[in-house]
């Protein structure tokens, strides 16, 4: 009877089980995690930063908590997010792991511990219509998906409307991705209100700043 109380438990929660994968909080969170666990983060891309490389994420109160400037000349499609804007601290590494691909893979890694903290997939030719990428666990396997919403096909053409994201987890929404209109630049808010400890907050932001600088960048292709 306990046995099958616990399967059922398992079905219904959809979070079941995820507390051990690699991209769930960890007590070794070091300088990364201690700065980025806020519930609600904002960020900012300056509308006449060079090409629109740079990004300034801030706490509720306003503080800086985390930076990055995109490089342009990189044979492998990488960035690093700083705790500050004079790059002295360097916080996590977003590095795709080919030069080139279809589904290509990015492995996001604390600086200081070098833990791997999850992976970023991408979805070939799906994201062009609708930003959309999986989230891999530790055994490189999906356990969540980051989605764009709202009118994205649109915003291909549009890029002055508002985008809207969803950070979705075994099937449970657990944080939002929403642009704030804003003259002089671009700002998000990324809320994880919801997250209940089901993703790592280091693993929340790498994944936001990801998915906006290479929407910036398909803007300016555009």
Request: aromatic share 10%; charged share 25%.
């Given at each position: 009877m306990e046995t099958k109380l616990g399967e059922a438990k398992a079905q219904t929660n959809p979070l079941a089980g995820f507390r051990e994968q690699s991209m769930v909080l960890r007590p070794e969170w070091g300088a990364a995690g201690a700065r980025l666990a806020h519930p609600i983060l904002v960020l900012k891309r300056p509308w006449f930063s060079l090409l629109g490389r740079k990004m300034f994420v801030y706490a509720p109160n306003g503080a800086l908590v985390a930076y990055v400037k995109r490089p342009i000349f990189k044979l492998k499609d990488e960035f690093t997010i700083y705790a500050d804007e004079g790059e002295t601290?360097?916080?996590?590494?977003?590095?795709?792991?080919?030069?080139?691909?279809?589904?290509?893979?990015?492995?996001?890694?604390?600086?200081?511990?070098?833990?791997?903290?999850?992976?970023?997939?991408?979805?070939?030719?799906?994201?062009?219509?609708?930003?959309?990428?999986?989230?891999?666990?530790?055994?490189?396997?999906?356990?969540?998906?980051?989605?764009?919403?709202?009118?994205?096909?649109?915003?291909?053409?549009?890029?002055?409307?508002?985008?809207?994201?969803?950070i979705e987890v075994r099937g449970a929404k657990i944080g939002r991705v929403e642009q704030v209109w804003r003259w002089l630049e671009?700002?998000?808010?990324?809320?994880?209100?919801?997250?209940?400890?089901?993703?790592?907050p280091?693993?929340?932001?790498?994944?936001?700043?990801?998915a906006l600088i290479r929407e910036s960048r398909r803007e300016q292709n555009g």
């Open positions: 601290e360097p916080l996590l590494l977003v590095k795709a792991r080919s030069i080139i691909g279809i589904n290509m893979s990015y492995d996001v890694t604390d600086c200081a511990s070098g833990q791997r903290v999850g992976t970023i997939r991408g979805r070939g030719l799906e994201s062009l219509f609708r930003d959309t990428y999986d989230l891999l666990d530790e055994r490189e396997q999906p356990v969540g998906v980051f989605v764009e919403t709202g009118h994205a096909l649109l915003r291909r053409l549009f890029p002055f409307l508002l985008g809207e994201w969803n671009k700002e998000f808010v990324l809320d994880l209100t919801a997250n209940h400890n089901a993703i790592d280091r693993f929340a932001v790498a994944l936001t700043v990801f």
